[in-house]
């Protein structure tokens, strides 16, 4: 089994940080990479999560668990390092006394499209996208119509997350391929506990294609005289899975093959009120019987769960416990994770799990 495009190495694309807020200004570095789209969250306060990207550009926050519009904040991050990013004082982030855990990703190569003189699609975008990881960020206005939109990348996302920037208070609409019903139709928010819901205006009833995303005449997705920030991800053998099973309610739970060890997981469950959970091998460095939980439609401060939880295997995820969040009795659910490393490299390494 071979991967390719640095895919052996999937910490060149994904990377987990901890830290600890100074109420100042402060450097984070070890990441690895200059990352492209930066989520915080407070592990010990009640704070809101925060999102910063390249292509917004920083001191421009966006919460992913509320429907706020972007914000301007000279105390948020105020550059993108190539081994990390600078931030100022802003509590949410770098509160003194704080701990925090971000979630960083790569994107790639700058694009602007003009959709009239390329052909692709019929909404112009500027973005930054990476092939090699799956990953893009993608900007655009509305037109107040339905319309096609360039993601940047050559293979068809599996997941895509949409907000509006400007003009108005607006839900994180989320397309996931392993949304059961109909995921052309089908559309689940980030910021919100409830379930999957069928709304043909939001996607266009069609499905995202190798070269665009399609949005329908929903204000939310194209609203005119708004502006609109959409995270594309495609899967990549060894580095991204997105998927969707069907719980069984036991502590020997089901059992999810990613081909890749992972590393990062956010799972929901799509037909009834659930939590966004967000796992990762930082928070929970080895497979015991506790979980530090934190909810990516939630501001809570990180609680300690004992029903509820992920075992990270070499080749995939294991559910044990009982917790409806994870692995209700005929429960359906859908998941991104990321790789610490894929199941077999490129040279015939295997990974472990943990």
């Given at each position: 089994?071979?991967?390719?495009n640095?895919l052996?190495?999937?910490?060149?694309?994904?990377?987990?940080?901890?830290?600890?807020?100074?109420?100042?200004?402060?450097?984070?570095?070890?990441?690895?990479?200059?990352?492209?789209?930066?989520?915080?969250?407070?592990?010990?306060?009640?704070?809101?999560?925060?999102v910063i990207?390249?292509?917004?550009?920083?001191?421009k926050e966006?919460?992913?668990?509320?429907?706020?519009?972007e914000?301007?904040?000279?105390?948020?991050i105020?550059?993108?390092?190539?081994?990390?990013?600078?931030?100022?004082?802003?509590?949410?982030i770098?509160?003194?006394?704080?701990?925090?855990?971000?979630?960083?990703?790569?994107?790639?190569?700058?694009?602007?499209?003009?959709?009239?003189?390329?052909g692709?699609?019929?909404?112009?975008?500027?973005g930054?996208?990476?092939?090699?990881?799956?990953?893009?960020?993608v900007?655009?206005?509305g037109?107040?119509?339905?319309?096609?939109?360039?993601?940047?990348?050559?293979?068809?996302?599996?997941m895509?997350?949409?907000?509006?920037r400007?003009?108005?208070?607006?839900?994180w609409?989320?397309?996931?391929?392993?949304i059961?019903?109909?995921?052309?139709t089908?559309?689940?928010?980030?910021?919100?506990s409830?379930a999957?819901?069928?709304?043909?205006?939001?996607?266009?009833?069609?499905?995202?294609?190798?070269?665009?995303?399609?949005?329908?005449?929903e204000?939310?997705?194209?609203?005119?005289?708004?502006t609109?920030?959409?995270?594309?991800?495609?899967?990549k053998?060894?580095y991204s899975?997105?998927?969707?099973?069907?719980g069984?309610?036991?502590n020997?739970?089901?059992?999810?093959?990613?081909?890749?060890?992972?590393?990062?997981?956010?799972?929901k469950?799509?037909?009834?009120t659930n939590?966004?959970?967000?796992?990762d091998?930082?928070?929970?460095?080895?497979n015991?019987?506790?979980?530090?939980?934190?909810?990516?439609?939630l501001?809570s401060?990180e609680?300690?769960?004992?029903?509820?939880?992920f075992d990270?295997?070499?080749?995939?995820l294991?559910?044990?416990g009982?917790?409806?969040?994870?692995?209700?009795?005929?429960g359906?659910?859908?998941?991104?994770?990321?790789?610490?490393?894929?199941?077999?490299?490129?040279?015939?390494?295997?990974?472990?799990?943990?």
């Amino acid at each position: 089994m071979s991967y390719t495009n640095g895919l052996d190495k999937p910490s060149d694309y994904f990377s987990t940080k901890l830290y600890s807020g100074n109420g100042g200004t402060q450097s984070i570095t070890g990441i690895g990479f200059s990352p492209s789209w930066v989520w915080i969250k407070s592990r010990t306060s009640t704070a809101n999560h925060n999102v910063i990207d390249v292509v917004r550009g920083v001191n421009k926050e966006l919460r992913p668990d509320v429907s706020n519009a972007e914000e301007a904040d000279n105390n948020n991050i105020s550059s993108l390092d190539s081994d990390g990013w600078t931030m100022d004082n802003d509590g949410k982030i770098n509160g003194s006394g704080n701990n925090y855990v971000s979630w960083n990703w790569k994107a790639g190569t700058s694009f602007t499209n003009d959709a009239s003189s390329t052909g692709i699609g019929t909404i112009d975008s500027t973005g930054s996208a990476s092939d090699a990881s799956g990953f893009s960020i993608v900007s655009y206005s509305g037109t107040g119509g339905a319309g096609t939109i360039k993601h940047g990348l050559s293979t068809t996302p599996s997941m895509i997350i949409v907000k509006v920037r400007t003009g108005r208070t607006s839900d994180w609409l989320v397309y996931h391929k392993g949304i059961a019903s109909d995921a052309q139709t089908d559309c689940i928010k980030l910021n919100e506990s409830g379930a999957s819901f069928d709304e043909a205006t939001i996607w266009n009833d069609t499905a995202p294609t190798s070269s665009v995303f399609s949005v329908g005449t929903e204000d939310t997705v194209s609203g005119s005289g708004n502006t609109f920030i959409a995270y594309c991800f495609a899967e990549k053998k060894g580095y991204s899975k997105f998927g969707s099973y069907v719980g069984n309610g036991s502590n020997d739970g089901i059992f999810c093959f990613t081909g890749m060890k992972p590393s990062f997981v956010m799972v929901k469950r799509t037909d009834a009120t659930n939590q966004w959970m967000l796992i990762d091998n930082k928070r929970t460095p080895s497979n015991t019987g506790t979980v530090p939980e934190l909810f990516a439609d939630l501001s809570s401060a990180e609680n300690n769960s004992t029903d509820g939880r992920f075992d990270f295997l070499s080749n995939g995820l294991k559910a044990r416990g009982t917790n409806a969040v994870i692995n209700a009795s005929g429960g359906t659910y859908i998941y991104m994770a990321f790789a610490e490393s894929p199941f077999v490299t490129s040279t015939g390494v295997p990974a472990t799990a943990r």
